[in-house]
Nanobody, 125 residues
Framework: QVQLVESGGGLVQAGGSLRLSCAASGQTFSMYDMAWFRQAPGKEHKFVAAVSRSGGRKYYADFVKGRFTISRDNAKNTVYLQMNSLKPEDTAAYYC??????????????????WGQGTQVTVSS
């Protein structure tokens, strides 16, 4: 069964760092684009970052540029999100997502067909 499992969330003070991981199983990982989204309570999923299947192309939401870094290790079937200089407004559940069919639309929720269960990130002020 194809599955994405996130880990690495937690409680951190403003200015701190966290590294999220998303482990994929049951699929040929290198054939999938990967992305991170987040969802704050009562709000819709918001695009955070994406990486192409080879790792050569990366895309970021404006609000995380310079603070977050997405990367992937195809040998380990894992995608990462390094989050630095965290702010209270980064508090959300973070989800990884994958898609088999690539397109130029990296930030649309509907572009991704498999999602993990999410990991909570809470940033205290």
């Amino acid at each position: 069964q194809v599955q994405l499992v996130e880990s690495g969330g937690g409680l951190v003070q403003a200015g701190g760092s966290l590294r999220l991981s998303c482990a994929a199983s049951g699929q040929t990982f290198s054939m999938y684009d990967m992305a991170w989204f987040r969802q704050a309570p009562g709000k819709e999923h918001k695009f955070v970052a994406a990486v192409s299947r080879s790792g050569g192309r990366k895309y970021y939401a404006d609000f995380v540029k310079g603070r977050f870094t997405i990367s992937r290790d195809n040998a380990k079937n894992t995608v990462y999100l390094q989050m630095n200089s965290l702010k209270p407004e980064d508090t959300a559940a973070y989800y990884c997502a994958s898609r088999r069919i690539s397109s130029t639309n990296w930030s649309f929720v509907n572009e991704y067909d498999l999602w993990g269960q999410g990991t909570q990130v809470t940033v205290s002020s």
